[in-house]
């Protein structure tokens, strides 16, 4: 069984910053890509970033030149790095995670409120 947990969210003033966090943890084949959607409210899920086992990273336009994702292998681990937030960012953010039999796995998601 494969877990995925985010955290890292919270409160934060536009133009601020946020690291958020993702673990993935229990018996599972090996990992390929893994990313963030995020969920704004009344909005469907979007597409926010992806990075591959070797490190190429991809990025909405929307957070492209202020978002930063990374991963650490050997802690089955990624990092999202987000500055210049902005109150549109508001939303709550889910990793997601793709083994090598390019089976998807989601996390619960953590909330992440962009407001002064």
């Known amino acids: 069984q494969v877990q995925v947990v985010e955290s890292g969210g919270g409160l934060v003033q536009p133009g601020g910053s946020l690291r958020l966090s993702c673990a993935v943890s229990?018996?599972?084949?090996?990992?390929?890509?893994m990313g963030w959607y995020r969920q704004a409210p009344g909005k469907q899920r979007e597409w926010v970033t992806t990075?591959?086992?070797?490190?190429?990273?991809m990025y909405a336009a929307s957070v492209k030149g202020r978002f930063t994702v990374s991963r650490d292998n050997a802690k089955n681990t990624m990092y999202l790095q987000m500055s210049s937030l902005k109150p549109e960012g508001t939303a709550v953010y889910y990793c997601?995670?793709?083994?090598?039999?390019?089976?998807?796995?989601w996390g619960q998601g953590t909330q992440v409120t962009v407001s002064s």
């Open positions: 990075i591959s086992t070797s490190g190429t990273t």
């Open positions: 997601y995670v793709q083994d090598e039999l390019l089976r998807d796995y």
């Open positions: 229990g018996t599972f084949f090996s990992i390929n890509d």
